[in-house]
């Protein structure tokens, strides 16, 4: 609602349209065999079996600290359930069982039934609750005494009578369910100072009193481990020492997996069906019926090509002239899918080739916009002569290398903000670029409609002017991408650019000063600062961009000073002016912050070979006073 008010109706819809178009990548649980190693990845080699976290596909990419070798004696059908067995692991870990204790595992679905096999392994008497009772006959059948919750019977009862009336001494909850009963049924089976950890998902409405009387202990247990979702661990391959961290998500993994190769964790009768995977709707559909299912494998086949790279849209290629456009896109995430892509085919943008480190993407956004291919092979896309012009939207990053590339490659390059994150980026970009091929930097502000007319009005005033920029940005965690110094810049040099340009293209004058000022907050990337700036023609302007507004508050406003006159541009919904005759204060339906006709100025500048719509100069400047500023 914050937004629709702020940004309006329109662009809030297409906001929630996107989201839930979303598509996601199914699964987290596979084994297969390692085809490549990354520079830098250790404890792997071609032809390694291994048990990962990689989602369901024939070709994954997997940080090394979320995949663990499986040992000869483990079949690719027992490895499969690795992760899922880790997540129990992880539960137990935090109970901190000892040998002859008596736990209580409340839900034996396949979690629930590796973490019971897991318990019994660790010299524990296993109890098991579930209130179906073909689960709770397989559970038998793998030695674990196990009550049938639908029987009618007392559960809490049951755990007395075989505790001897002393209660269990923790509880492992396993169970799905908006319910809060099990939560409550554990409180009442625990004995004094007894231990209950969460690994499934339940209602969390606690009685006070079950777990005051007996002080008994609560715990939510996070998914496989420590280093979940840590990026420094996980992506960045940065172990925890073990001398410190015993268990990590990868040390859990191996210790899975060791369990299986000595027989104290069984798998094979948790498995109740196998699809090939050109099968994989019938499985889904499957897991989504009232018919039993349980452990569900997915095959593939074992003659996937790791080489194989591309697929083949359901559309035509086009054949176009050298001078007609022809855009092959590198980068399929948020920004690409749901603002640029969408602009560049409503102004009537051909699509070659769409690139990204997973296929998911490409394959799901080029389908819907008219793309001939998808691929996760840039080098390919560049050295492809048939487009003629490549749109960069990567992480920050990546941008100044994949400039170079297409600019070597002779292709016109329009590449989201910012252009690059160093210095030395900024020359290599500068020296790649000879002037026969387009570069372009997608600042849009310039060339929205409320924007453009304030423009005009400006023009014909005379002496220098005054700028005041707002930004109302937000808050982002600090563990954004975009935070990071290294992958992101920051958001000065990765949004805040906009407005120096936009600064930069209404005074119509080279900056001669650009300061710093930042909050006192001692982030890395501060996100609340403010920039002063001094043009040659004696304009200044003020670029406020804060972190630490309401959302209910509009993001971005200009006001302009000049000739005895204020100009006011609202979120790019609403100009107004003072002292200005003639001019009625504009309004539009919903927000246009120039996306679309950024992009077909870029369009146009290639078919007629005329003017960039942005000076290049223009580009390297503002992004060498930007860089100035950060390394201050």
């Known amino acids: 609602m914050d937004k629709a008010r702020t940004d309006g109706l329109l662009t809030t819809f297409d906001a929630v349209r996107y989201k839930l178009d979303q598509p996601l990548p199914l699964g987290y649980c596979n084994v297969g065999t390692v085809v490549a190693v990354g520079e830098g990845v250790s404890g792997f080699q071609v032809g390694d079996r291994v048990s990962s976290n990689g989602p369901h596909a024939e070709l994954v990419a997997v940080p090394q600290h979320l995949c663990a070798p499986i ?5 690719d059908e027992a490895a499969a359930f690795t992760v899922l067995a880790s997540i129990g692991l992880q539960g137990i870990r935090l109970a901190n069982p000892t040998l002859g204790e008596t736990f209580v595992v409340s839900g034996l679905g396949l979690i629930g039934l590796l973490t019971a096999q897991l318990l019994a392994a660790q010299g524990c008497r296993v109890l098991g609750l579930d209130p179906d009772s073909s689960k709770c006959a397989l559970a038998e059948k793998l030695g ?52 209950i950890v969460l690994v499934g998902v339940t209602g969390l409405e606690l009685r006070r009193d079950l777990f005051y009387k007996k002080e008994l202990s609560f715990q939510v247990s996070c998914s ?62 499957l897991l989504s019926s009232s018919e039993p299912s349980l452990g569900i494998l997915l095959r593939y086949p074992q ?47 051909r699509f070659h080739t769409l690139a990204a480190s997973s296929g998911i993407g490409p394959v799901h956004v080029g389908r819907k916009f008219g793309f001939y291919q998808a691929s996760t092979d840039i080098a390919a896309l560049l050295a492809d002569p048939i487009a003629n012009s490549v749109v960069i939207a990567t992480r920050h990053d990546s941008h100044a290398s994949l400039v170079q590339l297409a600019l070597d490659a002779g292709k016109h390059v329009f590449v989201e903000k910012p252009l690059c994150l160093t210095a030395d980026e900024l020359s290599a970009v500068e020296a790649a670029h000879s002037g026969n091929a387009l570069l372009m930097v997608g600042f849009n502000r310039r060339f929205a409609p409320l924007l453009i007319e ?40 990765g949004e805040a650019c906009h407005f120096v340009d936009l600064l930069r293209f209404l005074a119509a004058s080279p900056i001669e000063d650009l300061q710093l000022i930042n909050a006192a907050d001692c982030k890395p990337c501060p996100d609340t600062f ?4 001094r043009f040659a023609d004696g304009s200044i302007g003020t670029v406020h961009y804060f972190a ?20 006011q541009l609202d979120n790019f919904r609403k100009l107004k002016a ?23 100025a870029f369009l146009k500048a290639i078919e007629t070979g005329g003017s960039p719509p942005i000076p290049v100069e223009e580009i390297f400047e503002v992004q060498r006073w930007l860089l100035r500023a950060v390394n201050r």
Not at 147 to 162: M, N, R
Not at 328 to 340: C, K
Not at 530 to 533: C, G, I, V, W, Y
Not at 582 to 597: I, N
Request: glycine letters at 10%; a neutral charge; charged letters at 20%.
């Open 144 to 195: 674990i005494v196990s009550f049938h919750l639908t029987s009618g019977a007392d559960p809490v009862a049951w755990c007395l009578e075989y505790t001897s009336g002393v209660g269990a001494d923790g509880v492992l909850i396993t169970a799905a369910t908006p319910s809060s009963e099990p939560v409550h049924v554990a409180a009442k089976a625990c004995r004094q100072r007894g231990r």
């Open 303 to 349: 003659t996937a090509d790791p080489e194989q790279r591309v697929i083949q849209l359901p559309v035509t290629a086009e054949s176009v002239a050298a001078s007609q456009p022809l855009l092959s896109v590198i980068g399929a995430g948020n920004y690409a899918s749901r603002i640029l892509i969408p602009a560049f085919a409503k102004v009537g943008g």
């Open 224 to 285: 496989y481990g420590p280093g979940r979702y840590d990026p420094v661990y996980e992506q960045h391959g940065h172990d925890y020492p073990i001398g410190f961290v015993r268990w990590t998500e990868q040390r859990n993994f191996q210790a899975v997996l060791h369990a299986m190769a000595t027989g104290s964790l069984h798998t094979k009768a948790l498995i109740s069906h196998r699809f090939p995977i050109d099968q994989a709707s019938d499985a889904y559909e």
């Open 530 to 533: 403010s920039m002063q700036l």
């Open 548 to 567: 630490n507004g309401s959302k209910a508050f509009p993001k971005e406003r200009l006001e302009v000073f000049a000739d005895g006159k204020v100009l």
């Open 578 to 600: 003072w002292g200005i005759l003639g001019l009625r204060t504009r309004r539009l339906l919903s927000q246009d912050k120039g996306q679309e006709a950024c992009c077909k």
């Open 71 to 75: 040992p000869p004696d483990v079949s």
């Open 454 to 493: 304030l423009q005009q009005h400006l023009s014909r005033l005379s002496g220098p002017k005054a700028f005041v920029y707002t930004c109302n940005a937000g808050a982002l965690p600090g563990d954004h991408w975009t935070q990071d110094p290294a992958a992101g810049g920051g958001r000065l040099l």
